[in-house]
């Protein structure tokens, strides 16, 4: 496609259920990273993926997020027994290879709200 | 602790006015720092890849300088525009990382 998207760009949800967040990167990108934005702050790294693997996890928070990849390039994000703390925007980008000198592009995000 | 801190958190100014926007990081380890601009409910749009061996990078009216000694990096503007109106994001990536890490933003008001 001609950018990264993600689905569904809204989700509300009730406390202690379970969520799945679906990013498409752009075509033939490699890498792929998941990041979450709380209101009045920047992004936070939560996972990086490179192909089908996770190659850094470091930033998931606990074990209730887990996000999978596997077949390298749609990336579903799944967190269990959802908590208000979780609500969220959840941001996808993907790069061309993992690089360092490459650029990061972002979809729209996914605005998680947990009542 | 690695931080990333932008000044001002807010920032209004009337159109064609030049200004300077900063971010100042703990870790001189960086690989590279990045400038990003976000709209409202939308994604984060790159607009400046400044290397560590760099000092300045230029796009259009946006140039972004960048000092490891003193740890800081700045984001000028020229001739500021209405439809520059946007939180604009710094970030760090640091040697041998692969995830950014960013600071909390500066919002961006440019008046008609």
């Known amino acids: 496609g001609a950018g990264v998207s993600q689905t569904p760009s809204n989700k509300v949800t009730e406390k202690g259920k379970y969520v799945e967040l679906r990013c498409d990167p752009i075509?033939?990108?490699?890498?792929l990273y998941w990041y979450r934005q709380s209101l009045g702050q920047g992004p936070e790294f939560l996972i990086y993926?490179?192909?089908?693997?996770?190659?850094?996890d470091s930033g998931l928070p606990n074990d209730r997020f887990f996000a999978v990849r596997p077949e390298g390039s749609v990336s579903t994000l799944k967190i269990q027994r959802t908590e208000r703390g979780d609500s969220a925007v959840y941001l996808c980008a993907s790069s061309s290879s993992g690089g360092a000198t490459d650029t990061q592009y972002f979809g729209p995000g996914t605005r998680l709200t947990v009542l | 602790k690695q931080e990333v801190t932008q000044i001002p958190a807010a920032l209004s100014v009337p159109e064609g006015e030049n200004l300077v926007l900063n971010c100042s990081f703990t870790?001189?380890?960086?690989?590279?720092l990045q400038w990003f601009r976000q709209d409202p409910g939308k994604g984060l749009t790159s607009l400046l890849l400044?290397?560590?061996?760099?000092r300045e990078q230029t796009s259009g009216r946006l140039n972004a300088s960048l000092d490891k000694s003193s740890g800081r990096s700045t984001l000028y503007i020229a001739a500021s525009q209405p439809g520059d109106s946007a939180t604009y994001l710094c970030a760090r990536l640091l040697t041998g990382a692969n995830n950014l890490f960013f600071g909390t933003g500066t919002r961006l008001t440019v008046i008609p």
């Open positions: 870790d001189s380890a960086i690989y590279n």
């Open positions: 993926f490179q192909g089908t693997g996770a190659a850094d």
């Open positions: 400044i290397q560590s061996s760099q």
């Open positions: 075509s033939g990108h490699t890498a």
